[in-house]
């Protein structure tokens, strides 16, 4: 495949299905980061869940939705791939 800008690619993607994994060592910081948060708000939270559980799940919504668009963009093209062609 050829790569976007002439730049190596932070993630790669999957051989089966759709998706990434991680390939440098900036998709790995971005991986930790975004799970350091997860865990973060997951302490916060845990002492009054019931009260904040909508903003809990809006912020793991967005976070999510944060790391698919880093990768979308610092990743391979995304396709569905089913194996080597």
């Given at each position: 495949m050829e790569?976007?800008?002439n730049k190596k690619y932070w993630f790669k993607a999957k051989t089966y299905g759709y998706g990434w994994y991680p390939a440098?060592?900036?998709a790995w910081l971005i991986l930790l980061v975004y799970l350091m948060v997860l865990?973060?708000?997951i302490?916060?939270?845990e002492t009054d869940?019931?009260?904040y559980l909508a903003f809990y799940f809006i912020a793991v919504f967005v976070?999510?939705?944060l790391l698919i668009y880093i990768s979308y963009k610092k990743g391979e093209p995304a396709k569905w791939r089913w194996g080597k062609k």
């Open positions: 790569q976007k800008d440098t060592w900036q865990a973060a708000l302490y916060i939270f869940i019931e009260k976070l999510t939705g």
